[in-house]
Each structure stands twice: as structure tokens, then as C-alpha cells.
């Protein structure tokens, strides 16, 4: 195994886009990447896309986007682990770099959402769930969430008031963000009087749904100090990926997150640091709770501690453990299949000292932790400035 | 989405009779798996009827199919036997859920799927 450098970012503003196709956006993300990078060329692609075929009524997303991106006969891999198919995608272009198998990957992500109706749209997203024994008894995203903040808020002693926090400060970064969905602030008092959607979460505690896309460029370190070197260097230090139960119920403990907590020690092992070393990083905030459980699976916090540390500014840009710079899912937008690789974007422009005005100073790592469904699958990764 | 028949159908045994399966060394697998970690065997069992709640929510936000009953309570509910399943809880002021909460399973109408109306059953909880 070599040693992987991301050498090449994509984004484009997100949110509901009614101008840009599905193809529309891969093609312009990848582009993007591909000019940031200055590569004249790929090797192979792996497309994070969750459901092409429900959102957007097309599958073999692999020829497509080979096609659309003008790249054809270079094989392509579309990637479906829900809301964390970006993340699986970055650690197979990861891992096929890292083998010696191909010398540029580009690693993207990709959901075209407002094509279909609300319902139709909570519809596909629901499949990440247990078809037969969540959905069909009447439970939906925001209802598994809203399970786990009930179950937090008892053990704990979670307030609503700390979830509210989530999304007030990640609004504030967002507000940064100039490829955001919603780049504005939100107070205190609109989360906590924004509509019901599933007791106790609100709407301003749901990410959005949203179209966009994402791309990187990964390829050896070695390749990149002779070719691609024109940028500070982050380097790919740890990844790890896990599973758990697809139904909530299923679970031991529904106040905590395993696959986070078991893809978490991998990427830590493999890295040789610990939650300590970690200067920022970008979680999987689909529900606010989600911010506060996923904090405390990665060991930033203790078990339960989450949420004090979103109240007390602990996770905000000037804390000390900055969590979601970009704003997060919350305020960035969630295309499901894009996230995981926008993450990496995120810590990668922080790491290079890129980040504008929500710049954090001077980080030296950073964790990026993308979710399938209610915590069914994980990925970690960990990424170095050198 | 359309859904044809044959996929509800082949769910009823764990809808409506609650058939489940207990491994030798005591998990209740709901529904029952083809397979067990290390090839360990299991006997049929039906679920327990009674248990309590042990996370919930109150849906404002439903999927069409279920629209028409918002707002509803959702639970997860440890059955006497230990074995853990979701469930709407019916006949209940939403209000007065409570983690901690005994309930007991009822045979009731799930949801009406498709264009061709076809009407489900199954499994929900109410207040014992």
C-alpha cells in the first residue's frame, strides 16, 4: 500500500437546481476537480450515488457520467451505501490508488433530488431504512432520528436546547459558505419554533433535501510531490468502514452509533492518532442529534457530552474541536450521494488554508465521518497537511 | 411506488401470526433469518404480546400511505420476551407517551398501498 494524496477538489454551488441534470452536475464537479488539480486525464471513477434510479429515473450512473464527462472506456464504479455512498466511494478510489492499480482516481458524488415531489422524495430516502419492518409500519427519517434524540435526551439528559444549538452554529458556518444551500444564520428561537416534522425534531434540526454534486481527485504522493505539487499536500492517513443493523430496533444500544465507533477505530489505528490529534472535522449532521451522536461515537466527546458541547461553542469555528466549517449538512445541503465526498472537499480547503473567511487556524488534520440510514454504515477518514 | 401482491404476502407470517425464532443461546431474531452467526440453530417461537416502550416519536411528517393518520406515535417496544420491534401505538392521545410505558400488540390496518387499493394488515401497539 502507497500513500494517497487528494490533489484536486470540484464543487458547485448546491441546492434546488432547477437548470442542472443529474449529469449536469457530476460533469461540472468533476471538471472542477480535474482544473484544480491540473490533470489532462483519469484513470477510473467511482460515482457515491444513492438512488439515480428513484430521484431521477436513471440507472447505470457508471456509463453516464464516463459518457457526459467525455472519459469513456475508463472503468466506472457506481457506489450505493445510502447516505454514505460518497464516503464508500472515496475509500474504493482510496484503495485503488493506494494498491498500485491505477495512477489518478477521481472519487465523486452525485443526487438529483427535486426532480420528484417531497413525498416521492421521503419515499426513496426511507429505502435506506427496513423496507418491510420500519417503513412499512409508518416510520420515516426524521422518526428514527427523532427516536434516538428521545432515547439520548432520557439517558443523558439532552436538551432541546442543545439540539437547537446544532443547527444554530452550523448555520453560522454555513452562512460562509458560499456553495451553500441555505447560507444564512438561523437563531436560537426559529429553530425551536420551526415546524413539528417528528417529536422532537423540528424542521430546522433536518437537513434539506437537495440536488448537487462533488468531486476528488486522488492520486499517489508520490506522483503528486513530481506533478501535482503546487498546493500544500493533504495526504489520505486512515480509512476505515463499517456496518450495523439496518432497523434501529435491532440495536443493543440505540443511544450510540456503532458502525461509526468501530469505522472510527480503524481509521484512528491506521492513522496513528486518536481523537485528540484532530484539529476539525466534518460529521454526518442528516438530524442534529446525529452532530451530537456522532461527536461522542468518534471519541471527541464522552458518551452524553454532545450536546453540552454544541451549547457551550466547544464545536464552533473558533472552539476548540470545530465540528461541520462547512456548515454541514444541515445548512450545505444533503445530496445523499455527494456528502461524504463535500466533506472531504471541506477539510481538504481548511487543511490548504483555502477556507476564506470561515478559515480555522492553521489545521494540521482532520476526521470526515459520513453515515448510511439511521447509522447502518460508516465510513472515517483521516486526512494530513504535510 | 406499485408494489405487487406477492411482496406483501410473503411477509404475513411475522405480520399477522408473529412468527419469530429463538437461537440456542437465547436471541429472538424477528423477523427469523435464513442463516445464524456461526451456522447456530434456531426454533420457531411467536412473539410475546405485551411489552414497553422504549424510544418514541410522534410523526407530523408522513409518507403518503400513512398521511391520513398525522400526527401518530411510533415506538420501539422491548416485548416481555426481550425481543425489540417498531410499532405505530394506536388509540393513544399522542401526549401522554411515555418511555417506560406498557403496551400490547393488536391485529390492525396498516396502510392501503397502490392504485389497486390493496389493503394491509399487521402489527401495531396500544395501551395495555
Redesign the interface.
Known amino acids: 500500500m502507497r500513500d494517497v494524496a487528494v490533489v484536486g477538489l470540484g464543487l458547485h454551488k448546491w441546492g434546488e437546481l432547477w437548470d442542472l441534470s443529474l449529469r449536469d452536475m457530476f460533469t461540472i464537479a468533476s471538471r472542477n476537480a480535474m482544473d484544480d488539480a491540473g490533470v489532462d486525464h483519469i484513470d477510473s471513477m467511482y460515482i457515491g450515488c444513492m438512488s439515480g434510479g428513484l430521484f431521477a429515473a436513471q440507472e447505470h450512473i457508471g456509463s453516464l457520467m464516463a459518457d457526459y464527462l467525455g472519459v469513456t472506456p475508463i472503468p466506472v464504479t457506481r457506489v450505493e451505501s445510502a447516505c454514505a455512498s460518497g464516503g464508500v466511494a472515496f475509500r474504493l478510489a482510496w484503495m485503488e490508488v493506494a494498491s498500485g492499480l491505477s495512477e489518478i482516481v477521481l472519487a465523486g458524488g452525485v443526487e438529483k433530488m427535486t426532480d420528484i415531489s417531497g413525498d416521492e422524495a421521503t419515499f426513496a430516502l426511507s429505502t435506506a431504512a427496513d423496507t418491510e419492518y420500519e417503513g412499512y409500519v409508518g416510520v420515516t427519517f426524521p422518526g428514527l432520528y427523532a427516536m434516538m434524540a428521545a432515547a439520548h435526551m432520557q439517558k443523558y439528559g439532552t436538551t432541546l436546547e442543545q439540539l437547537a444549538h446544532v443547527s444554530v452554529k452550523n448555520h453560522d458556518n454555513g452562512a460562509l459558505n458560499p456553495n451553500a444551500q441555505y447560507p444564512f444564520p438561523v437563531t436560537l428561537e426559529t429553530v425551536m419554533n420551526s415546524t413539528m416534522v417528528a417529536e422532537p425534531l423540528r424542521l430546522l434540526h433536518c437537513s434539506p433535501i437537495t440536488d448537487g454534486a462533488a468531486a476528488v481527485i486522488l492520486c499517489s504522493v508520490e506522483l503528486a510531490r513530481e506533478k501535482y505539487n503546487d498546493r500544500p499536500m493533504v495526504v489520505i492517513k486512515g480509512s476505515g468502514q463499517a456496518t450495523d443493523t439496518i432497523a434501529l430496533h435491532s440495536r443493543a444500544d440505540i443511544t450510540s452509533l456503532k458502525a461509526v465507533e468501530v469505522a472510527a477505530k480503524k481509521a484512528y489505528g491506521m492513522a496513528g492518532v486518536g481523537p485528540k490529534d484532530i484539529d476539525l472535522t466534518e460529521v454526518h449532521d442528516c438530524f442534529s442529534i446525529a452532530e451530537i451522536m456522532t461527536t461522542e461515537a468518534l471519541g471527541l466527546f464522552e458518551p452524553g457530552e454532545g450536546g453540552a458541547a454544541a451549547e457551550n461553542g466547544v464545536t464552533s469555528r473558533d472552539g476548540s474541536t470545530p465540528v461541520n466549517t462547512s456548515g454541514g449538512l444541515k445548512s450545505k445541503g444533503h445530496p445523499v450521494g455527494a456528502t461524504g465526498i463535500a466533506q472531504i472537499i471541506e477539510l481538504t480547503t481548511q487543511l490548504r488554508g483555502d477556507a476564506g473567511k470561515r478559515q480555522i487556524n492553521n489545521p494540521r488534520v482532520g476526521l470526515a465521518q459520513n453515515m448510511g440510514g439511521s447509522g447502518g454504515s460508516s465510513t472515517v477518514h483521516i486526512l494530513e497537511r504535510q | 411506488?406499485k408494489i405487487r401482491s406477492p411482496r406483501y404476502h410473503r411477509?404475513t407470517p411475522?405480520r399477522f401470526r408473529l412468527e419469530a425464532e429463538k437461537t440456542k443461546s437465547g436471541k429472538i431474531f424477528?423477523?427469523p433469518r435464513k442463516y445464524y452467526e456461526n451456522g447456530e440453530k434456531a426454533e420457531p417461537i411467536r412473539l410475546a404480546e405485551s411489552g414497553k416502550v422504549?424510544?418514541?416519536?410522534?410523526?407530523?411528517?408522513?409518507?403518503?400511505?400513512?398521511s391520513d393518520?398525522t400526527?401518530?406515535a411510533?415506538?420501539?417496544v422491548e416485548l416481555d420476551d426481550g425481543a425489540?420491534?417498531?410499532?405505530?401505538i394506536a388509540d393513544v392521545d399522542t401526549s401522554k407517551v411515555s418511555?417506560g410505558m406498557r403496551v400490547k400488540i393488536e391485529f390492525r390496518k396498516?396502510?392501503t398501498e397502490g392504485d389497486e387499493g390493496l389493503l394491509?394488515y399487521?402489527y401495531?401497539v396500544v395501551p395495555e
Open positions: 411506488m411477509e411475522r424477528f423477523p422504549v424510544t418514541y416519536t410522534v410523526i407530523h411528517t408522513a409518507p403518503a400511505e400513512h393518520l400526527p401518530y411510533i415506538a420501539i425489540r420491534i417498531t410499532s405505530q418511555i396498516i396502510r394491509c399487521g401495531k
